[in-house]
T-cell receptor, first 117, second 110 residues
Framework: EPEVTQTPSHQVTQMGQEVILRCVPI?????FYWYRQILGQKVEFLVS????????KSEIFDDQFSVERPDGSNFTLKIRSTKLEDSAMYFC???????????????FGNGTRLTVT | GQNIDQPTEMTATEGAIVQINCTYQ??????LFWYQQHAGEAPTFLSY????GLEEKGRFSSFLSRSKGYSYLLLKELQMKDSASYLC???????????FGTGTRLQVFP
């Protein structure tokens, strides 16, 4: 079964450094997302991306964050200058079209655990 | 605003049935999803409801009442591997993202 893949699985970085988290969504999916989950807390929406542009973003997704689809397969999340509170599991997800018969659920990758020291 | 509530923790015995409730208040509604998440892993899709009523998928069933802003996930014939968090998520109107509740951590005991 096709799956969303994310790299790296773990990333440790120092405060103030830039990080890029990478994702390869499922190939025939059109919608791409980034979510984060701070340890012990709920899965929080960051941004959705469709047709090569951001379709929606949350308050968390401030100017320090950016997303890109540099080619036909990769989808990246960049954090420009990391803060301690950015430490979390970051999940990439993709979906087909919304309103499909099965609701077009989001399919999640295994996540990148980001630790900012 | 959007608010999705679930119990924080539940326990049950192997072989039993458990019902996990979810209530939601959202500005719009375009479907409700249940996900399973084992510790340290990705959420995996379990079920979807957009119309009122019960959807059955093997040992798992999900129910929706839109007028009450209420859903439940029913797990039958519980197995030890069902120990996980169960996340209720709502899709808003006019968007494609899912908004997740805090999740219910289910522990199944022998």
């Amino acid at each position: 079964e096709p799956e969303v893949t994310q790299t790296p699985s773990h990333q440790v970085t120092q405060m103030g450094q830039e990080v890029i988290l990478r994702c390869v969504p499922i190939s025939n999916h059109l919608y791409f997302y980034w979510y984060r989950q701070i340890l012990g807390q709920k899965v929080e929406f960051l941004v959705s991306f469709y047709n090569n542009e951001i379709s929606e973003k949350s308050e968390i997704f401030d100017d320090q964050f950016s997303v890109e689809r540099p080619d036909g397969s990769n989808f990246t999340l960049k954090i420009r200058s990391t803060k301690l509170e950015d430490s979390a599991m970051y999940f990439c997800a993709s979906s087909e079209v919304t309103g499909g018969g099965d609701g077009s659920p989001l399919h999640f990758g295994n996540g990148t655990r980001l630790t900012v020291t | 605003g959007q608010n999705i509530d679930q119990p924080t923790e539940m326990t049950a015995t192997e072989g039993a049935i458990v019902q996990i409730n979810c209530t939601y208040q959202t500005s719009g509604f375009n479907g409700l999803f249940w996900y399973q998440q084992h510790a340290g892993e990705a959420p995996t899709f379990l079920s979807y409801n957009v119309l009122d009523g019960l959807e059955e998928k093997g040992r798992f069933s999900s129910f929706l009442s839109r007028s009450k802003g209420y859903s439940y996930l029913l797990l039958k014939e519980l197995q030890m591997k069902d120990s996980a968090s169960y996340l209720c998520a709502v899709r808003d109107l006019g968007g494609d993202k899912l908004i997740f509740g805090t999740g219910t951590r289910l522990q199944v005991f022998p």
